[in-house]
Nanobody
Framework: QVQLVESGGGLVQPGGSLRLSCAAS????????IRWYRQAPGKAREWVAYISSSGLTSYVDSVKGRFSISRDNAMAYLQMNSLKPEDTAVYYC?????????WGQGTQVTVSS
Protein backbone atom coordinates (compact mmCIF):
# COMPACT_ATOMS: atom_id res chain seq x y z
CA GLN A 1 0.00 0.00 0.00
CA VAL A 2 1.35 3.38 -1.04
CA GLN A 3 1.63 5.95 1.70
CA LEU A 4 2.81 9.54 1.55
CA VAL A 5 3.41 11.51 4.74
CA GLU A 6 4.12 15.24 4.76
CA SER A 7 5.93 17.03 7.56
CA GLY A 8 7.67 20.30 8.28
CA GLY A 9 4.76 22.69 8.39
CA GLY A 10 4.25 25.24 11.12
CA LEU A 11 3.88 28.89 12.00
CA VAL A 12 6.42 31.30 10.54
CA GLN A 13 6.70 35.06 10.27
CA PRO A 14 6.53 36.79 6.89
CA GLY A 15 9.92 36.59 5.21
CA GLY A 16 10.77 33.35 6.98
CA SER A 17 11.50 29.90 5.62
CA LEU A 18 10.21 26.37 6.01
CA ARG A 19 11.20 23.07 4.47
CA LEU A 20 8.44 20.58 3.84
CA SER A 21 9.18 16.88 3.45
CA CYS A 22 7.19 14.11 1.85
CA ALA A 23 8.12 10.56 2.83
CA ALA A 24 6.99 7.68 0.65
CA SER A 25 6.51 4.02 1.41
CA UNK A 26 5.12 1.11 -0.55
CA UNK A 27 6.25 2.48 -3.88
CA UNK A 28 9.40 2.83 -5.95
CA UNK A 29 9.29 6.56 -5.43
CA UNK A 30 11.94 7.43 -7.98
CA UNK A 31 9.74 6.24 -10.84
CA UNK A 32 7.07 8.87 -10.35
CA UNK A 33 6.59 12.58 -10.81
CA ILE A 34 6.01 14.48 -7.59
CA ARG A 35 3.83 17.52 -7.18
CA TRP A 36 3.17 19.81 -4.26
CA TYR A 37 -0.26 21.38 -3.98
CA ARG A 38 -1.78 23.71 -1.44
CA GLN A 39 -5.27 24.61 -0.32
CA ALA A 40 -6.07 27.80 1.53
CA PRO A 41 -9.29 28.15 3.54
CA GLY A 42 -12.26 28.68 1.25
CA LYS A 43 -10.17 28.21 -1.89
CA ALA A 44 -9.65 25.43 -4.41
CA ARG A 45 -6.57 23.23 -4.23
CA GLU A 46 -3.75 24.83 -6.21
CA TRP A 47 -0.75 23.21 -7.87
CA VAL A 48 2.51 24.71 -6.55
CA ALA A 49 5.52 22.78 -7.83
CA TYR A 50 6.47 19.75 -9.90
CA ILE A 51 9.51 17.54 -10.25
CA SER A 52 9.77 14.76 -12.78
CA SER A 53 11.40 11.40 -12.19
CA SER A 54 14.46 12.79 -14.00
CA GLY A 55 14.58 15.99 -11.95
CA LEU A 56 12.94 18.54 -14.23
CA THR A 57 11.09 21.17 -12.23
CA SER A 58 8.38 23.74 -12.71
CA TYR A 59 6.51 26.16 -10.44
CA VAL A 60 3.39 28.24 -10.31
CA ASP A 61 4.28 31.86 -11.04
CA SER A 62 3.44 33.06 -7.53
CA VAL A 63 6.26 31.01 -5.94
CA LYS A 64 8.96 31.21 -8.62
CA GLY A 65 12.24 32.36 -7.13
CA ARG A 66 11.04 31.64 -3.59
CA PHE A 67 10.23 27.90 -3.52
CA SER A 68 12.42 25.01 -4.59
CA ILE A 69 11.35 21.40 -5.08
CA SER A 70 13.81 18.53 -4.83
CA ARG A 71 13.83 14.78 -4.30
CA ASP A 72 15.92 11.78 -3.48
CA ASN A 73 15.12 8.06 -3.62
CA ALA A 74 12.37 8.05 -1.01
CA MET A 75 11.70 11.68 -0.11
CA ALA A 76 10.54 14.85 -1.74
CA TYR A 77 11.09 18.33 -0.38
CA LEU A 78 9.71 21.81 -0.79
CA GLN A 79 12.05 24.55 0.40
CA MET A 80 10.02 27.70 0.93
CA ASN A 81 11.80 31.01 1.40
CA SER A 82 10.58 34.60 1.68
CA LEU A 83 7.21 33.35 2.83
CA LYS A 84 4.19 35.61 2.54
CA PRO A 85 0.84 35.56 4.35
CA GLU A 86 -0.78 34.44 1.11
CA ASP A 87 1.30 31.26 1.26
CA THR A 88 -0.79 30.15 4.24
CA ALA A 89 -2.44 26.85 3.34
CA VAL A 90 -2.42 23.12 3.87
CA TYR A 91 0.31 21.69 1.67
CA TYR A 92 -0.03 18.26 0.08
CA CYS A 93 2.37 16.09 -1.86
CA UNK A 94 1.21 13.90 -4.70
CA UNK A 95 2.95 11.06 -6.49
CA UNK A 96 1.51 10.23 -9.89
CA UNK A 97 2.29 8.05 -12.85
CA UNK A 98 1.13 4.90 -14.56
CA UNK A 99 -1.18 3.15 -12.14
CA UNK A 100 -0.58 5.58 -9.29
CA UNK A 101 -2.16 8.75 -7.99
CA UNK A 102 -1.38 8.98 -4.29
CA TRP A 103 -1.79 11.86 -1.83
CA GLY A 104 -0.53 12.62 1.63
CA GLN A 105 -2.66 13.93 4.48
CA GLY A 106 -1.26 17.45 4.28
CA THR A 107 0.75 19.73 6.54
CA GLN A 108 -0.38 23.17 7.69
CA VAL A 109 1.74 26.21 6.85
CA THR A 110 0.76 29.47 8.50
CA VAL A 111 2.57 32.70 7.67
CA SER A 112 1.68 35.40 10.15
CA SER A 113 3.25 38.01 12.38
Amino acid sequence: QVQLVESGGGLVQPGGSLRLSCAASGVIFSRYAIRWYRQAPGKAREWVAYISSSGLTSYVDSVKGRFSISRDNAMAYLQMNSLKPEDTAVYYCNAAGPGLDSWGQGTQVTVSS
